[in-house]
């Protein structure tokens, strides 16, 4: 017997892709149900290769089904999560809204699989930020091997981590740069983002960080270590999918690059293509569609003790969203539920 699944917010860009994703993976589903808001009623998105009509969230009864991909963004999940969970179907959220509780796990299945078993508490796991997703499953068998004392990234987030409204500005604009009577002016962005780059994603926090920025160091340690130092700088680019992050890591004891190349090739959900030549790397292009988290550029920093310098490039609707809930709900599945 497999599991009843609901995929809520099925309209959107994390909701279908995780539709693509439960289909690609060949996911023990018995029954996958489609959900978003009522505007979207009876909308029709595809599940493999069969066609689902979309059904309207707020009259829907989560009892009897086994997990719900929450993919809607925190004000409605702070509605429709605890329903979900009370009506005994686990939750797998993907917005920012239970991360930071104790009592929700927070999981990257490459690193933490362990968290999972923690689900009993609230029937809720958290999903991470997209940006903090791909670079923990970079930085794990990193520190496994040499201890990692601090982190200092550099983001290069594509819109679509801003939704659909993201990526139609970015279409927008870039068309009106060629027909300036039609102007768009930056409405979803605080400044134009067609051949542009914005240093701010999310809010401003006391300290001078953006909200994302302080994600990064938050997950990061509730992932996989609170002893790591971790400083960020996020930035949005006029790129449509994929997240690219620049990755200085200093760790406790020496590594060399060659040793640190090996252990990221053998390390589960990474691909490390690093040849120093022209085109030897990859670029968010070149990710779109992919499970993998690719890293390129490994090299040793000599400015610091012990300094590696790396690229890491990954899909962020796949690995940053979709696809790292429906590796939490194998992984459930496995140590959990116990069903399929
Ligand atoms: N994009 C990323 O890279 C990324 C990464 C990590 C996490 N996330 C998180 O994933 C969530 C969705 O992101 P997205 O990029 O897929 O956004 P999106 O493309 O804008 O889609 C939003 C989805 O939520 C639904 N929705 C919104 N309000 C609703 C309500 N009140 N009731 C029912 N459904 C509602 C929408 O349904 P309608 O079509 O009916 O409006 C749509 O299906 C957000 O929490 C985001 O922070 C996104």
Redesign the pocket.
Known sequence: MGYRVAV????????REMLNILAERQFPADEVVAL??R??LGSEVSYGDKTLTTKD??AFDFTGWDIALF????D??KIYAPKAAKAGCIVID???LYRYDADVPLVVPEVNPEAVEMVHKNNIIA?P??STAQMVVALKPLHDRARIKRVVVSTYQSV??A???GIDELWDQTKSIYNPTDDKPAKKFTKQIAFNVIPHIDVFMDSGDTKEEWKMVAETKKIMDPSIKVTATCVRVPVFVGHSEAINIEFEEFLDEDEARDILREAPGLMVIDKRQDGGYVTPIECVGDFATFISRIRQDTTVENGINLWCVSD??RK??ALNAVQIAETLGQRVLKKG
Do not use: F, P, Y
């Open positions: 809520v917010g099925a309209t959107g860009n994390v909701g978003a808001s505007r979207s969230l707020d993919a809607i963004g925190s409605a999940t993907n917005s920012s999903n930020n997209c679509s981590g939704g659909k409204e962020n609707l940053g969203a």
